[in-house]
């Protein structure tokens, strides 16, 4: 049993999602449809989001239409995947180099279960920053470029 | 120069030195002119200097970072193919076709290859490097994110969320002016 996942398709969408979802983890999948990474990551979202239904609320977001939202997160790699709870960026540390953002898929959709979890359980305590339960070995590894440096 | 004249004779006056050395340590003016074009020069050429010797450190450190590259991919082939065999002849039932599972991930070297070299076949020892191998995923670069001096979230700007998007239409709030005067008369 899957479900099509609810796409943003403009800045103002994706303002709104973030300003509106309120207790429950907003899950901002950054990508493209098309890509084959960004289609694992996709089916595992669909899978998990109705069991996920009272802790995550989940969207995707297409890179190219959004370009602010590209910008703003270093976007540099797709899928990155972004959380935020009541308004607030997420940060979570996944022994990667970038706290501020998931990149690639998951390997398990337990994993990403864990770690809607631990985010949930982390913001409801006032945390704007968690650790990961990911072993750091199913974490997709990538270059991390700042600025051609 | 009259202004260069006049300081040399006061540094004479002031130092008491020989009056006849002091002649001779006059600049003339095409000599002062000549000197700062020489500078001039010499500092461009100084400058283009540093410019190619950091370039080429660059470069060579490109060289090097592309040969480490290479050796890791060449020993995580040898990994992948080696630990193929060993897993087909098992037939563990957990173990996915997914995309690829040689995938070369494009990040720093790791010491993971390391932990295959253990001997001994166990079932234990397959289980977690396959899963390291399996979320080598190659994913789509879309380029760096150019933000013409905004700034982003590593650098603390402001977040999208907050800023006012000017679209052109008056946000009113509650009923507009038409429609109180409307109301008003029923």
């Keep these: 049993m899957s479900f099509l996942l609810p796409k943003l398709t403009s800045k103002r969408e994706v303002d709104q999602a973030i300003k509106s979802v309120a207790e429950k983890v907003l899950v901002l999948r950054f990508g493209r449809d098309n890509d084959a990474v960004c289609l694992q990551l996709d089916d595992i979202l669909a899978k998990t989001a109705h069991d996920l239904s009272k802790m995550a609320v989940i969207y995707l977001v297409d890179v190219n239409s959004v370009p602010v939202y590209t910008q703003y997160f270093d976007i540099s790699y797709i899928p990155s995947t972004v959380f935020f709870f009541n308004g607030q960026h997420m940060k979570v540390d996944y022994g990667s180099p970038d706290h501020t953002k998931f990149v690639g898929s998951f390997k398990t959709k337990q994993d990403f279960i864990d770690l809607i979890e631990v985010i949930y359980r982390g913001a409801m305590r006032g945390k704007l920053i968690v650790r990961s339960p990911i072993d750091p070995n199913n974490i997709p590894k990538y270059d991390l470029l700042y600025q051609g440096i | 120069r009259p202004e260069h004249r006049r300081q040399t004779a006061r540094f004479w006056r002031e130092n008491r030195a020989e009056a ?12 002062y002119e000549r000197f700062a074009q020489a500078l001039e020069r010499a500092l461009a050429e100084h400058q283009r200097r540093e410019e190619e010797r950091i370039l080429q450190m660059a470069a060579e450190i490109r060289e090097a970072e592309r040969r480490q590259r290479e050796t890791v991919q060449a020993a ?13 002849l098992q037939t563990e039932p957990e173990l996915r076709a997914g995309p690829s599972v040689c995938r070369h991930p494009p990040g720093p070297e790791r010491d993971s290859p390391c932990a295959a070299e ?9 289980g977690p490097d396959l899963a390291w191998m399996e979320s080598g995923q190659v994913l789509t670069f879309i380029g760096h994110q150019e933000t013409e001096g905004k700034g982003n979230i590593h650098t603390g700007a402001k977040p ?27």
């Design chain 2, 20 to 31: 006849a050395l002091r002649e001779r340590c006059l600049v003339p003016a095409e000599e």
């Design chain 2, 76 to 88: 995580l082939q040898k990994y992948c193919s080696f630990f193929l065999n060993r897993t087909q």
């Design chain 2, 118 to 126: 253990q001997p001994g076949p166990s079932g234990m020892q397959t």
């Design chain 2, 160 to 186: 999208p969320w907050l800023t006012e998007e000017e679209d052109g239409s008056k946000q009113q709030i509650g009923p507009s002016y038409e429609e109180f005067l409307k109301h008003s008369e029923q």
